[in-house]
C-alpha cells in the first residue's frame, strides 16, 4: 500500500480524481478522520470535508500503482 495526501478543492477536481481512480486496475480509498471511502465514488467524495487534504491510500502491485500515481 501507498498513501499520499491529494487537494480536491474544486467539483472538476473530484472528477478528474474519480476518472483517475476508476481506471486504476487496484483498490483505492481516500482516508478523512476517521472516514474511509471508495475512490471510485463521487458520491462518497462528496460526502467527505474536502476543505482540507485528503489521504489517498492505493492497495495492490508495485506497478498496479505506479499506473494511479
Known sequence: MSAFYVSLS?????????????????EVDVRSGRYVID????????????????????H???SERAEFE
Do not use: H, W, Y
Open 10 to 26: 474544486s467539483i472538476e477536481d473530484v472528477r478528474l480524481f474519480v476518472n483517475a481512480a476508476t481506471r486504476c486496475p487496484c
Open 60 to 62: 495492490g502491485s508495485d
Open 39 to 58: 475512490a471510485k465514488s463521487i458520491m462518497g467524495l462528496f460526502s467527505l470535508d474536502l476543505s482540507q487534504p485528503v489521504q489517498v491510500e492505493v
